[in-house]
C-alpha cells in the first residue's frame, strides 16, 4: 500500500477512535458494547474508498471528509453486528474476538447495533460541510445502506437460504448485501469533490464491481482458511448461497479474475492518480 494511503488510513482510525459514540448512564457494560467492535480493528475498507477519492481531487476537504467516513465504517459495523446474531449467522468469532452477543447477550448487540445505524447519519449531519453536500451524502448512505440495498440484500439471503439460487439471482443479492455500500462509498467521495455526475456514476458502477470482487474474495477465505486464520469462523457455509458452492472454488476464482479484468477497464477512464490509488487497494486486499 502507498505512504500517503497508509497515512490516510492512521489519520482516519485516529480520527475514528476519538470519535465513537459516548453515553453516560448506570447500565453496567453499553458504553463498552458500543466501541468494542471499533478497538477490535478492521480493514476500514470503505472509508479508505472514500477517502482516496477526496484525496485525488480534494485533499483539503480530507479532514471534513473523515466525518463522513466514520459514518459509513459505522453503518458497516452495525450490519457486522446485526449479522453476527443466532437470528442469522450465530457467529461467535469476528475479528479474531469474540461477537457481542457472546460477550454481553443478544438484546445489547441488537441495541448497539440500533444505535450505530443511527449514529451513522449524526456523523454526516455534524460534518463541517455544505448542506446540500451533507443531504445528497445522508440520502445516498440510507439508500444504498438500507431499504433498497444492504437489508434488501440480507432478507434475501436469509429467505433463500436453503434454496440454490441461479448466478443471477446470487450476483443480484450481494449487489445488495455487500456491493451497493461499497459503491457508495466511492459516490459519496466524489460527492464530497463536488465531481461532474458522470464521474459520481461512473465510481458507483466500478464500486459494484469491486463489492462483487470483495464477496467473492470473502467466499474463497471461507472455503479455504481456517478460522484462526480469517479471524472469524470459516468453512461453515457449506449450504449457504456463496460463490464458492455455487462455482466451485476455482470457478469462484475465474469470476473473480473477470472482474479483475473488468474494473481495470473501468478504471481507465477515471483520474490516472485515483486509478493507481484503487488498483493499490484492489492488489492489497482482493488479490
Not at 477497464?265 to 482482493?286: C, F, H, N, Q
Request: glycine share 6%; proline share 4%; with cysteine.
Amino acid at each position: 500500500m502507498q505512504n500517503r494511503s497508509k497515512k490516510l488510513l492512521e489519520d482516519f482510525e485516529n480520527f475514528l477512535q476519538n470519535n465513537l459514540p459516548q453515553t453516560e448512564s448506570f447500565h453496567p457494560h453499553y458504553q463498552n458494547a458500543l466501541t468494542e467492535m471499533f478497538h477490535a480493528g478492521g480493514k476500514r475498507f470503505r472509508p479508505q474508498l472514500l477517502l482516496e477519492v477526496v484525496d485525488t481531487y480534494t485533499p483539503l476537504l480530507v479532514p471534513a471528509a473523515n466525518h463522513v467516513a466514520a459514518g459509513i465504517e459505522m453503518l458497516h459495523t452495525y450490519s457486522l453486528i446485526h449479522d453476527d446474531l443466532p437470528t442469522f449467522d450465530d457467529a461467535d468469532l469476528r475479528r479474531g474476538h469474540p461477537t457481542l452477543h457472546v460477550t454481553y447477550d443478544q438484546v445489547t448487540a441488537t441495541l448497539v447495533g440500533d444505535a450505530l445505524n443511527s449514529h451513522s447519519f449524526y456523523m454526516i449531519a455534524d460534518a463541517p460541510l455544505a448542506s446540500d453536500i451533507k443531504i445528497a451524502l445522508i440520502k445516498e448512505l440510507a439508500t444504498n445502506g438500507g431499504a433498497e440495498g444492504m437489508v434488501l440484500g440480507q432478507a434475501i439471503d436469509c429467505f433463500f437460504e436453503e434454496r440454490k439460487l441461479s448466478l443471477d439471482e446470487l450476483s443480484f443479492l450481494h449487489l445488495n448485501k455487500t456491493a451497493k455500500l461499497i459503491a457508495a462509498s466511492l459516490k459519496m467521495g466524489g460527492i464530497i469533490s463536488d465531481l461532474e455526475p458522470e464521474i459520481q456514476n461512473l465510481l458507483y458502477e466500478i464500486g459494484l464491481k469491486i463489492g462483487l470482487l470483495f464477496q467473492i474474495q470473502d467466499d474463497i477465505i471461507d472455503a479455504t482458511l481456517s478460522s484462526e486464520e480469517a479471524g472469524k469462523p470459516t468453512q461453515n457455509d457449506t449450504v449457504k448461497n456463496s460463490f464458492t458452492n455455487l462455482l466451485g472454488v476455482e470457478g469462484a476464482r475465474v469470476e473473480k479474475e473477470k472482474l479483475i479484468s473488468e474494473i481495470e477497464t473501468m478504471l481507465g477512464e477515471v483520474d490516472p492518480l485515483l486509478k493507481r490509488r484503487l488498483d493499490s487497494m484492489i492488489a492489497y486486499y482482493l488479490k
